[in-house]
């Protein structure tokens, strides 16, 4: 009887697996190209060509039982459009602008005081531009991004080898880096999860941060007019950049951005000291994890 069952069971999990390999495949034939973290998404607003690949996308993902794995397909192609853009992404902080500069001189300096001393996992790092405010004074600093491209700059930077490692790995599973952390930062990176993940990703996060452990994070502030066009297809929770790059192609990423009650309310938790700043054109927010019950 246990025998039969076991076989049954097997044979279960075989199939789920087979499903899920032909889902992530056939959403890879259809979906490259189209940077389209959604697939729950509406098709709405969308040209002829990225509409039918997203159909495609939603049916292949439902066949496959399969929206995790899909799902994980579109972050990959949000890795695709960083990987083209790193060598022109550092731009973005030169940008003749007194606000833009004195906003981020103020997080260079806010991530520097706060992180000194601490082993940090940076989630997302880029091209290492805030690595190497960290990397001054911290005990250590593992920085991950799932870009080759930008590792492979932020590397060049030549930051303190024994201090400063760049990792390729994925937000979506911190499971896989090695280390223990008392610090956490995450530059624009927030915006980059759906909001249908927003509390899985803090939650697989703070798993991964010891009890005293101190988090930074910051983001933009939506401004009309700067970074592209904002899109937000019907049906979908999440908003989308259309971002062009300086070869003239030009994506769709996603891109949320949120209220200061919104990261209250996302935050929750860690109220007893969660400190929020929104400038004219970024927000920050810093809080320490619990600590342990005396
Ligand atoms: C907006 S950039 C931020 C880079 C850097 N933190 C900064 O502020 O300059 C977003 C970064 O997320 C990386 N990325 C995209 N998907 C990722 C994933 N699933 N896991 C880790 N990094 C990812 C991209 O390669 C890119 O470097």
Redesign the pocket.
Known sequence: MSVAVATAASRKTVIAFIRQFIGVFVAHLTCSGVVFANPAGSSEGLDARDARRLRAWNAFARVSHSYTLASAMA?DI??DY??RRAPEYERIYHRDDPVRQREQHAMADEIGRSLKGRRVLE?????G??TQFVAENAAHITA????PE?LALARAKNLPFDRAKFCE????NLNSVPGEFDGCLA???LS?VPRSRLAGFLKQLHERLLRNAIVLMADNVFMPGVGGELVQPENSADTFKVRTLSDGSAERVLKNYFSESELRRMFALQTADLQITIGQCFWRLSYHMESPPV
């Not at 991950?144 to 870009?147: A, H, L, P, R, T």
């Not at 790995?169 to 979506?172: H, Q, T």
């Open positions: 972050r949000l890795t960083y990987s989630i997302a790092c880029g091209t531009y805030w991950i991004d799932s870009s930008m790995a994925n937000a979506d530059m624009f990176w980059h």
